[in-house]
């Protein structure tokens, strides 16, 4: 079985500019997470979708993140005008459904200079 | 709001040992609790789950224990190897039991 896909792996913008992050989640997994780890610290939840419907993305900075899911399937996360204190990795999960076991991809590498 | 606090940034064990983990929480009581292995440039991988009505769960050599009265996990793993050498993560149910919050992980590591 696939795993969770992610890409880009690695990513070097500078400040102000604009990226987008695409996550391929496992077939038939319902819940799709963004997740945004800072070294040191455990991801923090920044948007959760059952199917293509939003269920939590009260730790979504609004002004500048945006996430969608479109057909269910796929996820794109967009950081727009990007800050230097988004330097981050990015980690897409997947789970069956809400309260499931979640499995993670191996993340996204972001660095804002 | 939740908080969790995991015991040490960093755990230094010789091989063959017993590591011992340990998550507490404060604010609330969470339908369940899991831990997660992440390895560098990786992806956190699930290890176990307990829910709350649990006390103990195991695994091979991992044992997880759930104490809502303390609001402590421990997290064991007995016969350690340097295999074994990772970062761990604690990851509570939020109180909607639809999302987790993690933990910022402890360090272990194995020395032959």
């Known amino acids: 079985e696939a795993g969770v896909a992610q890409s880009p792996r690695y990513k070097i913008i500078e400040k102000r500019q604009s990226v987008a992050f695409w996550c391929n989640p496992i077939?038939?997994?319902?819940?799709l997470y963004w997740y945004q780890q800072i070294l040191g610290q455990g991801p923090k939840l920044l948007i959760q979708?059952?199917?293509?419907?939003?269920?939590?993305d009260s730790q979504l900075p609004k002004d500048r993140f945006s996430a969608e899911r479109l057909k269910g399937v796929d996820s794109t996360l967009k950081i727009q005008p990007a800050k230097l204190e988004d330097s981050a990795v990015y980690l897409c999960?997947?789970?069956?459904?809400?309260?499931?076991?979640?499995?993670f991809g191996p993340g996204t590498r972001l660095l804002v200079l | 709001s939740q908080k969790i606090e995991q015991n040490s940034e960093a755990l230094n064990i010789q091989e063959g040992k017993t590591a011992t983990l340990t998550c507490n929480y404060t604010?609330?009581?969470?339908?369940?609790l899991q831990w997660y292995r992440q390895d560098p440039g990786r992806g956190p991988v699930f290890l176990l789950l307990?829910?709350?009505?649990?006390k103990e769960k195991r695994k091979e050599r991992l044992k997880v224990t759930f104490d809502t009265t303390l609001k402590q996990s421990l997290f064991h793993i007995t016969a350690s190897q340097p295999a074994d050498s990772a970062t761990y993560l604690c990851?509570?149910?939020?109180?909607?039991?639809?999302?987790?919050?993690f933990g910022k992980g402890t360090t272990l590591s194995v020395s032959s």
């Open positions: 604010n609330y009581s969470p339908a369940y």
């Open positions: 307990i829910r709350e009505n649990e």
């Open positions: 990851a509570l149910a939020n109180q909607a039991g639809t999302a987790l919050i």
């Open positions: 979708f059952q199917n293509n419907g939003v269920v939590d």
């Open positions: 999960a997947s789970s069956l459904s809400t309260g499931e076991t979640q499995y």
């Open positions: 077939s038939g997994h319902a819940t």
